[in-house]
């Protein structure tokens, strides 16, 4: 499967309506996400006879409730506004709906679904390897082939059968592990949004504008609801932007994709070893770009406090912003 090659630089005026563009994907992500979170929030979704808040709800590090409906407001704002976006090619168009409802689908089964039984890569596909299939597995393998199911939709403009498999490859494993990498940051408030929006906006200079235009349309209005800690991306919104920056990435010469799937790859693999929360917090400049909007910690009761056994950490279920999710 062969796609054109990249389009020469826009001539004068060209720019303006390719930032028109821009502005119109991202101002129908926005309003569509928004749409879809007033909507499910108003009546949240049940689920196997559950009522929807005990579905979608959370206690964060600070004791209070959230919901994680906000992640499948995303993936509806994205997915609707990247079917209406203007100057999509059909072809990345039908990727675009696919890596996004797809690894939103799947994070979304383990938001409701996973346990605690298993952690990371390693926890996970050894509990395969032992013939249990965890929530997480699943998720890891149907998001892999999500990956590549979308790289092969957008297609190569390799001239040789190899080179156009290589990219495909390459492309699939850009999309899945950009994936599973977005949703290692939804750790703290606001945190997997900041992320996209910095990692976004410079694609957003390149081919790929009209690509990212919608989900960073959706996740800049759902950023309030995230930094105001009443509701977080979860697995179904950081694996959906994810899988879309990624695909947004797979637009780059064959050279800076590399350098991108090296980064992601790398990141990936240092989450199995390093906290990245206590890397943030032990860098300045990084402590200072997550504080960014959020609500202040709240600062240690004065006086004695009564000796009392250190409860438990909260499994999945429960851990909304507290600690790192397994993949």
């Known amino acids: 499967m062969t796609r054109p090659a990249a389009a020469a630089r826009p001539a004068p005026g060209g720019t303006l309506r390719a930032a028109a563009r821009v ?11 928004r749409a879809a979170y007033a909507a499910a929030t108003r ?10 808040a005990e579905v979608w709800g ?8 959230v919901t994680l409906l906000e992640g499948p407001a995303f993936v509806a704002g994205a997915a609707a506004g990247g079917l209406l976006t203007p100057g999509l090619g059909g072809r ?43 929530s997480g597995a699943v998720k890891i393998l149907g998001i892999g082939a999500t990956g590549l199911a979308a790289a092969a939709v957008v297609g190569s403009p ?41 990692t976004g906006a410079p694609l957003a200079a390149t081919g790929s504008r009209a690509v990212v235009a919608a989900p960073l349309g959706a996740a800049v ?45 790398g990141l990936n693999i240092a989450s199995e070893f390093v906290s990245f929360t206590k ?7 990084l402590n200072w770009l997550d504080m960014l909007g959020r609500r202040p910690v709240a600062p240690p009761a004065a006086g004695p406090q009564p000796s009392a056994p250190v409860p438990a950490q909260p499994g999945p279920a429960d851990s909304a912003h507290t600690a790192d999710p397994a993949p």
Do not use: C
């Not at 959370?58 to 004791?63: K, L």
């Not at 890397?279 to 400049?285: L, S």
């Open 23 to 33: 502005l119109a994907g991202a101002a129908l992500g926005a309003v569509a996400a």
């Open 43 to 52: 009546r949240p979704p049940g689920l196997g006879g559950k009522p929807g």
């Open 58 to 65: 959370r206690t964060n590090h600070r004791g209070e409730p």
């Open 92 to 134: 990345m168009r039908a990727a675009a709906l696919l890596a996004g409802a797809a690894s939103g689908v799947l994070g979304g089964y383990d938001d409701v679904a996973g346990t605690t039984s298993s952690r990371g890569f390693k926890g996970h596909l050894g509990a395969l390897a032992r013939g249990e299939v965890t």
């Open 158 to 198: 390799a001239p040789t059968r190899t080179g156009r498999a290589f990219d495909t490859l390459v492309n699939g494993a850009l999309i899945a592990g950009s994936a599973n990498l977005m949703n290692l940051f939804d750790l703290r408030p606001g945190r997997a949004i900041k992320v996209g929006l910095l």
């Open 221 to 265: 209005a759902l950023l309030p609801e995230d930094l105001g800690e009443r509701a977080m991306l979860g697995d179904t919104g950081a694996n959906a932007l994810g899988a879309l920056l990624g695909l947004a990435a797979t637009r780059l010469g064959r050279g800076p994709r590399l350098a991108v799937l090296a980064g992601v790859a």
């Open 279 to 285: 890397v943030i917090q032990r860098t300045p400049a």
